[in-house]
């Protein structure tokens, strides 16, 4: 069996409102064991002998299921995440700053957003990482109005990216 952490997109905080209890009973039903949200924003760390494509399928399929709206979710093994976290290329703890990372499923998304960091303003930093991630930081209340904040909300990116804050990370991995 091999522990995931899986990322759903968009949960809690683009209009789709799902409690995490109830998101963890879809997804023991669709068969995973050990199943455990972390916080509010579909972070969900679970068990499957199945490899992290398929616990993809599954998931997303469950949910699809169980909740009527149209699930994104990316899956990594907890130590690719911590090895992820760990490579994080920025001072992580900046005062006045929030420090990200974007998980990318597809590697032309992933190349298109890493070439974002060549027009990005001063006060925004972006990397490209390993394992199909992007590293970025950005002064707090200024997400959404940075060079990725603003790309990521195109219909287009949904299906293959999640964001997620490196202090969430740290919870996921404790």
Sequence with gaps: ?????AFLRGVNVGGVNLKM?????????????DVRTVL????????????SATVRTNAE??????????????????????EIVDAYPFEPEVD???????????????DE????????????????????????????????DSTIGKTMGEPRYKSSTTTRNLRTLHKVLR
């Design 113 to 144: 957003l890493a070439a974002l960091g060549e027009g990005a303003g001063p006060d925004e930093k972006i990397s490209r990482g390993p394992l199909g991630v992007l590293y970025w930081q950005v002064p707090k209340g200024a997400t959404l």
């Design 1 to 5: 069996m091999t522990r995931y952490a």
């Design 96 to 110: 006045g700053y929030q420090s990200y990372v974007t998980f990318v499923a597809d590697g032309a998304v992933l």
């Design 61 to 82: 399929a469950a949910l699809r299921a169980r909740f009527g709206y149209q699930a994104w979710v990316l899956v990594y093994d907890i130590d690719t995440v911590r």
């Design 21 to 33: 209890a109830d998101v963890a009973d879809a997804l023991s039903g669709a068969g995973f064991t």
């Design 40 to 51: 509010a924003t579909g972070n969900v760390l679970l068990q499957s002998s199945a490899r």
